[in-house]
């Protein structure tokens, strides 16, 4: 499993990375666009594989809302702005780091110096809305977006994470411990996973405690249920009461996606990757060295090949379709799948990749291309 469009905090620098929104991130987007790289500049093609935006950019991240988060520059000149489906700058490329459009909203910070920033949201023209000062926020679900306080420069208390609402007023106050290591927290089906002391519970959007604090771990509800992790770090899957629909008994899993869930379990002394449906029964037997969700039908499974392994797709019904052939492959979004093959380095932890699409047949749309 891989995180999604991530921050990494060092001293006081802020880097972005772009990668795919995984179940344990935000939802995936409805858009028409999908990101490419040529000659190490970044545009955007449509389905059928025809540049819409010739490459132009130092990085891009795929469209949210009519809008895509862009950058330019490198090392301490790196500045974020935002374009429209015509590939038009429509907010200004100025932002020392920005976040994706979500409910019409976007985050952007401006570095003030001596570990302060300025974090405002803006609407899609490029207005400020308002400001939240020196915090960091990921954006808007629900009409609630999380915040964090303390989370950049030295001598600080830990991180804290509380929410705010549309106007920019904490609804829920940062009383909540913040691991940027799991990823962004956000509401669905009306609650949020929250950190106190180490044990996971679940709030509404006013801040009550909804699912007492008792998980190791949680993920956030997808399709009604949430998968979370007991004292004794086995996972399984509660409903939003609090109880459980499956009991723990994996050694982990992630969300449900079209009715199945990636779950883990020790087989032979190996830890492989397998499918359960919502009754909690093994559909699709553990096989896999990873697995992905569910996306349009298919999921991504990742088979033993060598000192690596190879990725590839199979149906609900654990049929392969596309046969493992990938250094790593993302799940289908309109109808595309973005796939990764190294540069052909036997090192693996040095080797680069190259990224290109695949239909749902297993064909190249883009290739990857240095």
Not at 86 to 105: F, H, N, R, S, W
Not at 108 to 113: F, W
Request: charged residues 20%.
């Amino acid at each position: 499993m891989r995180n999604s469009f991530s921050l990494l905090v060092v001293g006081v620098s802020l880097i972005c990375c772009t990668s795919f929104l995984t179940a344990a991130a935000f939802p995936f987007k409805n858009e028409p666009l999908f990101v490419i790289e040529q000659n190490g500049k970044f545009g955007y093609m449509d389905i059928n594989g025809k540049v819409k935006i010739k490459p132009r950019f130092d990085d891009a991240h795929d469209f949210s809302e009519g809008r895509a988060l862009v950058r330019k520059g490198e090392g301490g000149q790196t500045k974020f702005g935002y374009i429209n489906t015509q590939g038009q700058v429509v907010v200004p490329i100025k932002y020392d780091y920005a976040m994706d459009y979500l409910e019409g909203k976007a985050a952007v910070v401006t570095y003030k110096g001596n570990d302060v920033i300025d974090t405002s949201y803006i609407d899609k023209s490029g207005k400020q809305l308002f400001s939240i000062g020196d915090f960091l926020s990921y954006g808007f679900t629900e009409g609630r977006a999380a915040v964090i306080t303390n989370y950049i420069g030295f001598g600080k208390e830990k991180p804290r994470l509380g929410f705010i609402d549309t106007e920019g007023k904490f609804t829920v106050q940062p009383q909540y411990k913040y691991n940027f290591s799991d990823g962004m927290s956000y509401f669905q089906e009306g609650l949020a996973a929250v950190n106190k002391d180490e044990t996971y519970g679940f709030i509404d959007k006013n801040g009550n405690v909804k699912i007492n604090y008792r998980f190791n771990t949680a993920l956030q509800f997808q399709e009604g249920l949430a998968a979370v992790e007991d004292e004794n770090g086995k996972w399984g899957f509660i409903d939003t009461t609090g109880k459980y629909v499956i009991q723990p008994q994996f050694a982990e899993a992630n969300s449900f996606h079209d009715g199945l869930a990636p779950v883990m379990q020790e087989v032979n002394g190996e830890s492989l990757w397998g499918f359960i449906n919502k009754e909690g029964r093994l559909v699709i037997p553990a096989e896999y060295t990873d697995a992905e969700p569910f996306a349009e039908g298919l999921a991504a499974i990742e088979v033993e090949a060598g000192y690596s392994g190879k990725w590839g797709f199979i149906d609900s019904q654990g049929k392969l379709v596309i046969k493992p052939q990938f250094d790593y492959a993302e799940p289908f979004h309109n109808g595309l799948a973005s796939v990764q093959i190294n540069d052909g380095s036997d090192n693996y932890a040095n080797a680069s990749y190259r990224n290109g699409y695949i239909n749902k047949q297993g064909k190249y749309v883009w290739k990857p291309s240095k």
